[in-house]
T-cell receptor
Framework: AQSVTQLDSQVPVFEEAPVELRCNYS??????LFWYVQYPNQGLQLLLKYLSGSTLVKGINGFEAEFNKSQTSFHLRKPSVHISDTAEYFC????????????FGPGTRLSVLP | NAGVMQNPRHLVRRRGQEARLRCSPM?????VYWYRQLPEEGLKFMVY????????ESGMPKERFSAEFPKEGPSILRIQQVVRGDSAAYFC????????????FGEGSWLTVV
């Protein structure tokens, strides 16, 4: 069964600093990987996804993530954050042949400080 | 998440009442997922449905909770005899039938049991 770990429950960072939000997964088969962002009192928006091909995936709002199969990781990065990036970030995994079940990590709360 | 419509956005129920949450998937999507997010917790999968068919309800509580996705109309998540512990945000997501590798979320329904 799949599982997703997001080691950092909260990440405070100053505006314009770089940030990395960590995500590790466990699965015995190949996977699809996703990052979603949730702003307060809103639903989840898709930031980016890895399905196949290039392991470096670029998403919206200047975010990118890199799939590392050997380390079973899919860390999210942004070189320079804005106040508006303050939100909850969720990593998710699904298996291509079992695409109905998306498993989400517990989330990381990113707080961008002025 | 544009296109997945959930209503009501906010619902207040007294203990013992019934709560009905509705979800209309994005146009052209025939797969619906329901997730629950408890305060300060991540997303927990509840149920996955296609039209007129429950595919996976492994995340649904055994009692009081039910879901349907009729041939016509929205998907309904029904909670009977609500208790305070049911207070949470309930998110619906949808995906296309032919390509299930990404799911798109609605804005959520916030249930408060008083």
């Amino acid at each position: 069964a799949q599982s997703v770990t997001q080691l950092d429950s909260q990440v405070p960072v100053f505006e314009e600093a770089p940030v990395e939000l960590r995500c590790n997964y466990s699965s015995s088969v190949s996977v699809y990987l996703f990052w979603y962002v949730q702003y307060p009192n809103q639903g989840l928006q898709l930031l980016l996804k890895y399905l196949s091909g290039s392991t470096l995936v670029k998403g919206i709002n200047g975010f990118e993530a890199e799939f590392n199969k050997s380390q079973t990781s899919f860390h999210l990065r942004k070189p320079s954050v804005h106040i508006s990036d303050t939100a909850e970030y969720f990593c998710a995994v699904s298996e291509p042949l079992d695409g109905q079940n998306f498993v989400f990590g517990p989330g990381t709360r990113l707080s961008v400080l002025p | 998440n544009a296109g997945v419509m959930q209503n009501p956005r906010h619902l207040v129920r007294r203990r013992g009442q019934e709560a009905r949450l509705r979800c209309s998937p994005m146009k052209g999507h025939s797969h619906v997922y329901w997730y629950r997010q408890l305060p300060e917790e991540g997303l927990k999968f509840m149920v996955y449905l296609q039209k007129e068919n429950i595919i996976d309800e492994s995340g649904m509580p055994k009692e009081r909770f039910s879901a349907e996705f009729p041939k016509e109309g929205p998907s309904i998540l029904r909670i009977q005899q609500v208790v305070r512990g049911d207070s949470a945000a309930y998110f619906c997501a949808s995906s296309p039938g032919s390509s299930r590798n990404t799911i798109y979320f609605g804005e959520g329904s916030w249930l408060t049991v008083v």
